[in-house]
């Protein structure tokens, strides 16, 4: 079934096959927005009396029929059938004769992929949202729990100053604050209604575009109806490098926590259930998680440069090149989703040890504390730094694990309350309710 063939002319085969690609798995995730796509379409041609308002009523109300059918997790596109688009001009021409026709007047099927990609990509980055504020709420309610337990802070991977739990756990949940602003931008142009713009260079039908904006719940459109067309493949670039900066976070925090549970560190334990054995030895409790969390997180990392050497070079209007980059775009929100659920998970479950600075290996981390009071008694830093350090080398250092830390973000003061509000602020300029209440009025 293709919608799309010339009367007398058709694809051989291998060309075909090659062209349409894995497109029909990932026309799966479009389907249920194409049919929202659809159905603020045809209420926008009735209102320029290209239907009727009777063909109206029954378009909208097949479709609404059909999007309960393609969402439903068992849905599959039959065989034989070209994509996603295709199958649902079939139904309602099927169920309601030539009316079902009429849906693709005023568009394309270049703008009608493009919607529904920013659609999903909407829908998609809900779900990111809520994942990661579900895992910073988690951090910081660690960081509360645990501010008080010492631990050691590197730099160049050596001993360095003291640092804590609270910290550690907190500068996570700061570091998920900024890489939601970005994710926030990258909304904001997801958040744009392609619609009309056809084939990329607009339709000579007197067509309302602001209207189906409005329905679908889009803050606004894509205005120059060539640069709805040039917005794909920059869209998804910039969304991935939004993706990548969680996953960057993700990908530190798995690798702190592989070396913290390694014996030489034991900073940190999982019960056995959480970890994985080994096939020869007994004592083995791996942190695959994690592992597999820095793995995948760090091949999210490298989406953003896929995607902008397979767009590399193009010029202005549609190619075929675009089709490739649901491929890898696609398949991050879940993994991304999944690595964030993992770590909420493991870091639920986490053991913290709390006598850590005891062992004097770590004693130190605390030669800058020693300065520290010999300055705030009166004597210059630079003097104060050699007195310690003559102390060190003589083996006389003496420290105490008493500190006094209290300015703003530091382990005595780590302002918990205010990174929350900042979280807050971001999560909040989203506005996911406006297109969530513009989809239920369409499925109405």
Same mark, same amino acid.
């Given at each position: 079934? =293709?919608?799309?063939? =010339?009367?007398?002319?058709?694809?051989?085969?291998?060309?075909?096959?090659?062209?349409?690609?894995?497109?029909?798995?990932?026309?799966?995730?479009?389907?249920?927005?194409?049919?929202? #796509?659809?159905?603020?379409?045809?209420?926008?041609?009735?209102?320029?009396?290209?239907?009727?308002?009777?063909?109206?009523?029954?378009?909208?109300? %097949?479709?609404?029929?059909?999007?309960?059918?393609?969402?439903?997790?068992?849905?599959?596109?039959?065989?034989?059938? %070209?994509?996603?688009?295709?199958?649902?001009?079939?139904?309602?021409?099927?169920?309601?004769?030539?009316?079902?026709?009429?849906?693709?007047?005023?568009?394309?099927?270049?703008?009608?992929?493009?919607?529904?990609?920013?659609?999903?990509?909407?829908?998609?980055?809900?779900?990111?949202?809520?994942?990661?504020?579900? @895992?910073?709420?988690?951090?910081?309610?660690?960081?509360?729990?645990?501010?008080?337990?010492?631990?050691?802070?590197?730099?160049?991977?050596?001993?360095?100053?003291?640092?804590?739990?609270?910290?550690?756990?907190?500068?996570?949940?700061?570091?998920?604050?900024?890489?939601?602003?970005? @994710?926030?931008?990258?909304?904001?142009?997801?958040?744009?209604?392609?619609?009309?713009?056809?084939?990329?260079?607009?339709?000579?039908?007197?067509?309302?575009?602001?209207?189906?904006?409005?329905?679908?719940?889009?803050?606004?459109?894509?205005?120059?109806?060539?640069?709805?067309?040039?917005?794909?493949?920059?869209?998804?670039?910039?969304?991935?490098?939004?993706?990548?900066?969680?996953?960057?976070?993700?990908?530190?925090?798995?690798?702190?926590?592989?070396?913290?549970?390694?014996?030489?560190?034991?900073?940190?334990?999982?019960?056995?259930?959480?970890?994985?054995?080994?096939?020869?030895?007994?004592?083995?409790?791996?942190?695959?998680?994690?592992? @597999?969390?820095?793995?995948?997180?760090?091949?999210?990392?490298?989406?953003?440069?896929?995607?902008?050497?397979?767009?590399?070079?193009?010029?202005?209007?549609?190619?075929?090149?675009?089709?490739?980059?649901?491929?890898? @775009?696609?398949?991050?929100?879940?993994?991304?989703?999944?690595?964030?659920?993992?770590?909420?998970?493991?870091?639920?479950?986490?053991?913290?040890?709390?006598?850590?600075?005891?062992?004097? =290996?770590?004693?130190?981390?605390?030669?800058?504390?020693?300065?520290?009071?010999?300055?705030?008694? #009166?004597?210059?830093?630079?003097?104060?730094?050699?007195?310690?350090?003559?102390?060190?080398?003589?083996?006389?250092?003496?420290?105490?694990?008493?500190?006094?830390?209290?300015?703003?973000?530091?382990?005595?003061?780590?302002?918990?309350?205010?990174?929350?509000?900042?979280?807050?602020?971001?999560?909040?300029?989203?506005?996911?309710?406006?297109?969530?209440?513009?989809?239920?009025?369409?499925?109405?």
């Amino acid at each position: 079934m =293709k919608l799309w063939s =010339k009367q007398n002319t058709s694809t051989t085969q291998l060309v075909e096959q090659f062209t349409v690609g894995k497109d029909k798995d990932f026309d799966q995730l479009l389907a249920p927005f194409d049919v929202l #796509g659809s159905i603020a379409h045809v209420k926008m041609l009735a209102s320029i009396g290209l239907i009727s308002a009777a063909e109206l009523q029954a378009l909208v109300k %097949e479709l609404q029929a059909i999007y309960q059918i393609v969402s439903a997790p068992t849905f599959v596109i039959p065989d034989g059938v %070209e994509d996603i688009h295709s199958y649902v001009e079939f139904l309602l021409t099927k169920n309601l004769g030539e009316m079902g026709k009429k849906i693709h007047s005023a568009r394309s099927r270049n703008d009608q992929v493009l919607v529904d990609i920013k659609l999903y990509l909407r829908a998609a980055i809900q779900t990111v949202v809520e994942s990661t504020s579900r @895992l910073f709420e988690l951090l910081q309610a660690q960081s509360e729990k645990h501010q008080s337990v010492l631990l050691p802070g590197y730099t160049h991977l050596q001993l360095a100053m003291p640092s804590s739990f609270g910290l550690w756990f907190g500068a996570y949940a700061e570091s998920l604050v900024d890489d939601l602003i970005t @994710l926030e931008a990258a909304y904001q142009i997801v958040n744009k209604n392609p619609l009309g713009s056809a084939a990329g260079y607009g339709s000579s039908f007197p067509i309302n575009r602001q209207m189906t904006t409005e329905l679908l719940g889009f803050d606004t459109m894509h205005v120059n109806v060539v640069y709805a067309q040039m917005g794909r493949g920059k869209t998804e670039r910039i969304v991935a490098a939004a993706l990548a900066n969680i996953a960057d976070t993700l990908s530190r925090l798995s690798m702190d926590a592989c070396l913290y549970l390694n014996q030489n560190f034991a900073f940190i334990s999982f019960p056995a259930d959480l970890t994985t054995g080994s096939s020869i030895m007994p004592h083995k409790k791996n942190p695959d998680v994690f592992e @597999l969390t820095r793995a995948y997180c760090n091949r999210i990392k490298a989406l953003p440069n896929e995607i902008i050497v397979m767009t590399a070079n193009l010029p202005s209007g549609y190619h075929r090149d675009l089709q490739l980059l649901k491929e890898h @775009l696609f398949p991050a929100f879940s993994e991304l989703n999944h690595c964030l659920n993992m770590m909420h998970l493991m870091l639920s479950h986490i053991q913290i040890n709390p006598t850590i600075v005891d062992d004097l =290996k770590y004693q130190y981390m605390f030669s800058v504390e020693e300065v520290n009071k010999l300055v705030l008694q #009166g004597l210059p830093f630079r003097d104060a730094y050699q007195q310690v350090g003559n102390a060190i080398e003589n083996g006389q250092f003496t420290y105490s694990t008493q500190l006094n830390h209290q300015h703003e973000g530091s382990m005595g003061n780590l302002c918990n309350a205010q990174i929350k509000m900042m979280m807050d602020t971001v999560t909040a300029r989203f506005q996911f309710n406006k297109a969530s209440h513009a989809i239920d009025a369409l499925l109405t």
